[in-house]
């Protein structure tokens, strides 16, 4: 789902300008090569720990929400980890959009 995440971070970039954005290695770099001015932190890869290292942000409070876009007809190598990493988002009560339709409203804020 990156490709329809580099769309929606173009499409929103007005939205997301401002806010302190975490995201894993390679999604981050294809969302930065859209719109390079976001202010994006780029962790490890999601396999090699960065989903930990976003439930890890959410668990001390440092995420207020959020955008994970979701394929449920792919399997994930990962799965386990964004199950844990969806698991905190509901544990914290973190707004937590998996899919574009839900992330529009999440922006609306």
């Known amino acids: ?5 580099v769309e929606f971070a173009a499409a929103h970039a007005a ?10 290695e390679t999604t981050g770099g294809r969302v930065l090569e859209a719109v390079p001015d976001l202010e ?3 962790l490890k890869s999601g396999p090699l720990g960065g989903d930990q290292q976003i439930g890890a942000l959410i668990a ?3 995420i207020d929400m959020m955008i ?3 394929d449920p007809l792919t ?6 980890d964004v199950k844990a990493l969806m698991r905190l988002a509901i544990v914290y009560d ?4 998996l899919n574009r339709a839900t992330a529009e409203i999440l922006l609306r804020r």
């Open 94 to 97: 973190i707004p937590m959009a």
């Open 60 to 62: 001390t409070g440092e």
């Open 40 to 42: 994006l932190v780029r």
């Open 15 to 24: 939205d997301l300008k401002g806010l302190r954005i975490a995201s894993t």
């Open 1 to 5: 789902m990156k490709d329809e995440m």
């Open 75 to 80: 399997p994930m190598p990962h799965d386990v």
């Open 68 to 70: 994970f876009f979701v």
